[in-house]
């Protein structure tokens, strides 16, 4: 069983920059692919950015966030530069525990979750 905790959410105004990580315990991310998802109040929950045997990015946020891996620390990091106030909602990781190579920018795909960590950004 895998646990996933985010961190690194807070309050920031447009044009500044975040660095989340979602730190995983119970196994090794290794390759299994690992989305990062964002949800603002009333809205669905929608994809950012993946990483698996190639890394994949939203079209609102490719070129301002990049998403990394450090094996090491079984940690997986996103990188959110150049914030802007559509930017702001809960960021969650997910993991997903086959090592398949393969990015997703579905929900379903994934068997983990972590809770959330609040991403505010003031115009």
């Known amino acids: 069983q895998v646990q996933l905790v985010e961190s690194g959410g807070g309050f920031v105004q447009a044009g500044g920059s975040l660095r989340l990580s979602c730190a995983a315990s119970?196994?090794?991310?290794?390759?299994?692919?690992v989305g990062w998802f964002r949800q603002a109040p009333g809205k669905e929950r929608e994809f950012v950015a993946g990483?698996?045997?190639?890394?994949d990015y939203a079209d609102s946020v490719k070129g301002r966030f990049t998403i990394s891996r450090d094996s090491a620390k079984n940690v997986v990091h996103l990188q959110m530069n150049s914030l802007k106030p559509d930017d702001t909602g809960v960021y969650y990781c997910?993991?997903?525990?086959?090592?398949?190579?393969?990015?997703?920018?579905?929900?379903?795909?994934?068997?983990?979750w972590g809770q959330g960590t609040q991403v505010t950004v003031s115009s």
């Open positions: 997910a993991a997903k525990l086959r090592a398949d190579g393969g990015v997703y920018r579905r929900t379903p795909f994934y068997d983990y």
């Open positions: 119970g196994r090794t991310f290794t390759n299994y692919p």
């Open positions: 990483i698996g045997g190639f890394t």
